[in-house]
């Protein structure tokens, strides 16, 4: 069964950096690429980040781009999302999913894997 466990969320203060972290079970990362979606409350879902299991070929929505940085390690089965320069519009629900690399690049589809969540509140 294929499980995904996000950690890393809480509370920072604009201008301030969280890591995000994902680590999966279940199955070996070469076979999705894994990312991150966001959802904030009223709003609809937003594909943050993922990262290609075949090449390691990244995707950035244009509202995280130069602020967050995706990675990952196929030996521990984990991908990190460092989030810096964080904003008040960064605050939503972050969950982690491992899916096709297009869902996130076309905003279509649905993720094979889907992680509970973790909340990131950018606040002062």
């Known amino acids: 069964q294929l499980q995904l466990v996000e950690s890393g969320g809480g509370l920072v203060q604009p201008g301030g950096s969280l890591r995000l972290s994902c680590a999966a079970s279940g199955f070996i990362l070469d076979y999705y690429a894994i990312g991150w979606f966001r959802q904030a409350p009223g709003k609809e879902r937003e594909g943050v980040s993922c990262?290609?299991?075949?090449?390691?070929?990244?995707y950035y929505a244009d509202s995280v781009k130069g602020r967050f940085t995706i990675s990952r390690d196929n030996a521990k089965n984990t991908v990190y999302l460092q989030m810096n320069s964080l904003k008040p519009e960064d605050t939503a629900v972050y969950h982690c999913?491992?899916?096709?690399?297009?869902?996130?690049?076309?905003?279509?589809?649905?993720?094979?894997?889907w992680g509970r969540g973790t909340q990131v509140t950018v606040s002062s």
């Open positions: 990262i290609s299991s075949s090449d390691g070929s990244t």
């Open positions: 999913a491992a899916a096709e690399f297009a869902v996130w690049t076309t905003g279509w589809g649905t993720p094979s894997g």
